[in-house]
Structures are given as C-alpha cells and as structure tokens.
C-alpha cells in the first residue's frame, strides 16, 4: 500500500476516533451534513464510504473507498 506523511489511513480508525478527528480538524459539523466530496469522483463523502483524510493548507480533502479513487490517487497523488 502506499502512504503519504500526510494521509491519515481510517480504515482501521474506530468511529469514535473519526469523530475525534474530524472534530480535530474542525470539519465535524460539515463531514456530517454531507457537504464534502470525494476528491476524484465526487461521491459525498459519508461515514460509511470515506478512506482517507488529507489535512492540507486550504481544508481537508476526502478521498472515497472505490478501488478506482485509491488507485488513481495513487498514481497521481
Ligand atoms: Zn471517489
């Protein structure tokens, strides 16, 4: 699997420690009225489909579950 410094991987995070991150990076409200999507398909990003979190300058980015979002994220970074 790749990883980045700045990825942080949730598949393995439990959902109370999601909400601690999300509320961390002071997304929580928003993550959960559905107002993020997924970097490259455009998915709403939803508890149950969200795979990575990347805190960047600007906001944070979501990137889905789909095998072709992580492949092509991969590839492109
Ligand atoms: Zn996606």
């Given at each position: 699997?790749?990883?980045?410094?700045?990825?942080?991987?949730?598949?393995?995070?439990?959902?109370?420690?999601?909400?601690?991150?999300?509320?961390?990076?002071?997304?929580?409200?928003?993550?959960?009225a559905?107002?993020?999507?997924?970097?490259?398909?455009?998915?709403?990003i939803?508890?149950?489909?969200?795979?990575?979190?990347?805190?960047?300058?600007?906001?944070?980015?979501?990137?889905?579950?789909?095998?072709?979002?992580?492949?092509?994220?991969?590839?492109?970074?």
């Open positions: 699997m790749f990883r980045r410094q700045l990825n942080v991987e949730v598949d393995a995070v439990l959902d109370d420690d999601m909400d601690e991150l999300l509320a961390e990076l002071n997304v929580k409200s928003q993550f959960y559905g107002e993020y999507r997924c970097l490259l398909c455009e998915t709403t939803t508890i149950g489909n969200v795979k990575l979190i990347i805190p960047r300058k600007d906001g944070v980015t979501f990137i889905c579950d789909k095998p072709s979002c992580m492949v092509e994220f991969a590839i492109e970074g």
